[in-house]
């Protein structure tokens, strides 16, 4: 039980820098160089939760010292969060933080009052289309899009 034991007792230093930091940077690294938003958000759901973790030990230091299972139970957490299969930093964002957190602010001013609050009412990465499809069609054809999307709702 001797090299067993030890490597048991201390499972979550072997393998926690590597599932906890290692991994996510080269993520977050190749997620800043790929064309998608979604891996954007998952890895930076993670280094925010990551952060509020470290900080909840960091205050929490005293007690967690006294619970035996604390680094484990953090690395299992961690490892839902970072690992592809799960991806459990963007589905605690779109289940938890999304539906209470209203993105704003990051709306161009250059629309029309109209369009700005067809805008606000949508989620973050289809203002993002709209507001690629605005800048190559021209707001004008935005336009078009809403009348026929309000005509149609009046039909229903």
């Known amino acids: 039980m001797g090299v067993l034991g030890a490597i048991a007792k201390h499972l979550d230093a072997l393998i926690?820098?590597?599932a906890m930091l290692v991994y996510p940077l080269y993520a977050s690294i190749r997620a800043i160089e790929s064309p998608s938003s979604l891996d954007d958000q998952q890895w930076l759901t993670y280094w925010v939760l990551y952060s509020f973790i470290?900080?909840?030990?960091?205050?929490?230091w005293k007690v967690l010292v006294w619970v035996p299972i604390w680094p484990y139970m953090k690395l299992l957490f961690c490892m839902w969060l970072v690992l592809p299969i799960f991806n459990?930093?963007?589905y605690i964002y779109g289940n938890i933080v999304r539906k209470y957190v209203k993105i704003g602010g990051y709306m161009s001013s250059n629309y029309p009052e109209s369009q700005r609050k067809v805008l606000e009412m949508m989620s973050?990465?289809?203002r993002k289309s709209v507001e690629r499809y605005i800048d190559r069609y021209g707001p004008d054809a935005f336009n078009r899009?809403?009348?026929a999307a309000e005509k149609e709702?009046?039909?229903q």
């Open 54 to 60: 470290t900080l909840f030990e960091l205050s929490c």
């Open 124 to 126: 973050f990465d289809a």
């Open 153 to 155: 709702a009046r039909k």
């Open 88 to 90: 459990g930093a963007a």
């Open 145 to 147: 899009v809403i009348k």
């Open 16 to 18: 926690g820098p590597g």
